[in-house]
């Protein structure tokens, strides 16, 4: 095992070098690059790249940070210091203690904290649910806002997300398959001009083309598209085919039948009405002749990236002429409201409109900024809250089986997660009709029976450490008996009790006996009741479905879960941990518990540490509204998702579960020779 003390030195020297440009308070930091240009910048990833890391421990720690800002879009920093904060916590007690501890701590409580403790006070960003759900304006604009507050300076973070706004809206991009395509093709739609100010920065409909045209044929109205890949001069030979030239004549008489090939098929797409070609390869100069002979517009030496684009905006497939009687009509062909050159600072582009096949309508984005460094910065804080907004159509959900829960690998998020670790996590594109889904019929999901349901039901009495219970109202839920009576048809089942919890139900069956010995079929179908109306939080018991009985997927977090920022998740997440580790009677759980609720304090500690008290304010104030169950006051602006948040704390524990399982570092200055399989002993 990794000495923990030097883990915890190198954690903690990174977190340093993070922590001044953390939260909107933050600073830059001077980034000195490998050619000797100084940037300043506040992102994470950027600092932590840009260190000379020494010690391998150290270089894999700055790794997973990375690793996570790209799947979630953002968190470098803060998973720094939130590790350092758990390192730090541990190193006096016996790290493999808590390694084996972990995967419970995940499974029994924290899980847990964040179904039942968070759930009531989070909000949605989506204005409905179902499949087609989509970003409601305003919480589109705040999480903009707040994303970018941490990355960008107070004089740029305002325009850069009015401009993130405006293109959302402008592409359609409120959905989640309309945002997939502008997160994942933002490189393409977007187009960087130096030497003019942020001000001068706008969204143009179309797309623009980092290329010159090769042939340019002025055209108004709209006019048809045609998409290439090869070269669209007629060629004598075919791979596999070889042709035989017996004389000059007849080499002559061959080049003559291939400019003649070549100028039919220019002929043939200019009468099918064709006026530009788009091509992934350099054309030959007979095809440029004859295409301005015949008023056809080319742009060659597209890029595979600028081909796969237009495919999908348009629907088009390649147009291939070869062994076409010219006798056809094209029907591989695009619709383009406009085709013109357009002249970027010093670069020059084509400019192209689409008529988009889909619900996206292609816009680009022309970002401007004095320098090259700082269009960059600008260009990579908006690709990251696209990446962020897109993992709010994910969800969290937790599986239920006839054995106990299953537990999958959180997918694509975070840095190398363990095989030891049991994550019950399962991320994946998932609209929020199918977390509705789950919550309609949450009378027997997370492996909980009759007896625990009627456990939930008793969430109206006071423990005696004045903590809200587990399934406690917030201040959005409904009042507690909404559905206990008048269910319909429902409600008369008795919820399936197949499914057994595989993180040990029976504290609840200690804790309160009462509600084990009088167990019935009515007791735990209210029980159900009351954990449908609290999970289902501004939603009518209806609309719940109180009281089902079939089993199906319980979800942890809803899609489109926010909260507001300032270290709210992290001061609830505290909470929470803390009261569910109560209810788990092994010391191990409860030690971990108690150290990753006191690791959470730092990012709000680092937030407000500028402040007098300012933390200390903040987090008496909000406990104290938690412990009297009235609604928090929120003093800033801006929205963060949950889902990130979530996928932070569990990144950076499957993080400590790999570095405290390193037994042996071996360091290789040079690459190991290869010994052939054929050497004997007398070579040596």
């Keep these: 095992m990794a000495a923990l003390p030097r883990l915890y030195e190198e954690a903690a020297a990174l977190s340093g070098a993070v922590r001044g440009a953390l939260g909107p308070r933050g600073g830059r930091a001077m980034v000195v690059r490998a050619d000797g240009r100084a940037v300043l910048s506040r992102d994470g990833r950027l600092l932590l790249e840009a260190l000379s890391l020494q010690p391998h421990t150290a270089r894999v720690m700055a790794a997973c940070a990375c690793r996570h800002q790209s799947a979630t879009g953002d968190g470098a920093k803060t998973f720094v210091l939130l590790l350092a904060a758990v390192l730090g916590a541990i190193r006096d007690g016996s790290p493999r203690r808590a390694v084996r501890a972990l995967p419970s701590f995940e499974r029994r409580v924290l899980d847990r904290a964040v179904a039942r403790g968070l759930r009531p006070h989070l909000r949605s960003a989506f204005p409905a649910g179902g499949p087609g759900a989509e970003l409601e304006p305003a919480s589109l604009c705040a999480l903009l806002a707040a994303h970018l507050r941490g990355r960008l300076g107070p004089a740029e973070r305002r325009a850069v997300a009015l401009l993130g706004c405006e293109l959302c809206a402008r592409c359609g991009a409120r959905r989640h398959t309309e945002l997939r395509v502008l997160c994942g093709r933002f490189a393409q739609l977007h187009a960087a001009v130096s030497g003019l100010p942020l001000g001068r920065s706008m969204v143009l409909p179309g797309v623009l083309l980092r290329r010159d ?174 990446t962020m907004l897109l993992q709010l159509f994910r969800a969290v959900d937790q599986q239920c089986g006839a054995e106990g829960e299953s537990h999958n690998g959180a997918s694509g998020v975070g840095s190398g997660y363990s095989p030891a670790t049991e994550t019950q996590v399962v991320t994946g594109h998932i609209a929020p009709g199918s977390s509705q889904v789950s919550e309609h019929q949450l009378g027997a999901c997370r492996g909980e029976t009759a007896a625990q349901s009627s456990d939930l039901a008793l969430q109206g009495s006071r423990y005696p450490d004045h903590a809200p219970p587990a399934s406690a109202p917030g201040p959005h839920s409904k009042e507690p008996n909404a559905c206990s009576d008048g269910a319909g048809s429902a409600g008369t089942h008795k919820p399936q009790t197949q499914c057994e919890c595989a993180d040990g139900m029976d ?178």
Excluded at 529 to 551: D, F, M, R
Excluded at 558 to 585: D, M, N
């Design 213 to 386: 045209f090769a042939a340019y044929c002025p055209a108004g109205g709209q006019l048809l598209a045609v998409l290439v890949t090869r070269c669209l001069r007629a060629a004598l030979t075919a791979p596999g085919v070889e042709c035989a030239l017996s004389s000059e004549r007849q080499h002559r008489a061959a080049l003559r039948w291939c400019s003649g090939r070549t100028e039919a098929v220019m002929e043939h797409l200019r009468n099918n009405g064709v006026r530009l070609l788009l091509s992934g390869v350099k054309q030959h100069e007979e095809v440029i002749y004859y295409a301005k002979l015949h008023g056809v517009s080319v742009v060659e030496c597209l890029s595979e990236e600028d081909v796969s684009l237009i495919s999908e905006i348009t629907g088009m497939s390649p147009y291939d002429p070869a062994g076409d009687s010219l006798q056809k009509e094209i029907t591989e062909a695009a619709v383009v409201t406009f085709c013109q050159p357009l002249l970027l600072g010093s670069q020059r582009y084509v400019h192209i409109g689409f008529s988009s096949t889909g619900a996206f309508q292609p816009h680009c984005l022309v970002l401007c900024a004095p320098v090259d460094a700082v269009n960059e910065q600008h260009a990579a804080a908006l690709h990251g809250a696209f």
């Design 507 to 684: 504290e609840s069956h200690q804790r309160h006996p009462a509600v084990c010995s009088h167990r019935n079929d009515s007791t735990a179908v209210a029980g159900a009741a009351t954990l449908c109306e609290h999970i289902s939080v501004g939603k009518g018991p209806e609309e719940a479905g109180c009281g089902a009985a079939q089993s199906y997927p319980c979800s942890i977090i809803e899609a489109g879960s926010v909260l507001p920022v300032g270290g709210y998740f992290e001061i609830l997440l505290h909470y929470y941990i803390q009261h569910y580790a109560k209810q788990v009677q092994q010391s191990a759980v409860t030690v971990i518990s108690n150290v990753v609720a006191d690791a959470l304090l730092s990012i709000p500690k680092a937030l407000y540490g500028t402040e007098r008290n300012g933390f200390t304010k903040f987090y008496l104030r909000t406990t104290e509204a938690l412990r009297r169950n009235e609604p928090l006051s929120v003093s800033e602006e801006g929205l963060e998702s949950v889902y990130c948040k979530y996928q932070l704390v569990t990144s950076v524990l499957h993080c400590v579960t790999e570095l405290l399982n390193i037994d042996l570092i071996i360091g290789v200055k040079r690459p190991l020779q290869k010994i052939e399989d054929n050497d004997s002993d007398d070579d040596f």
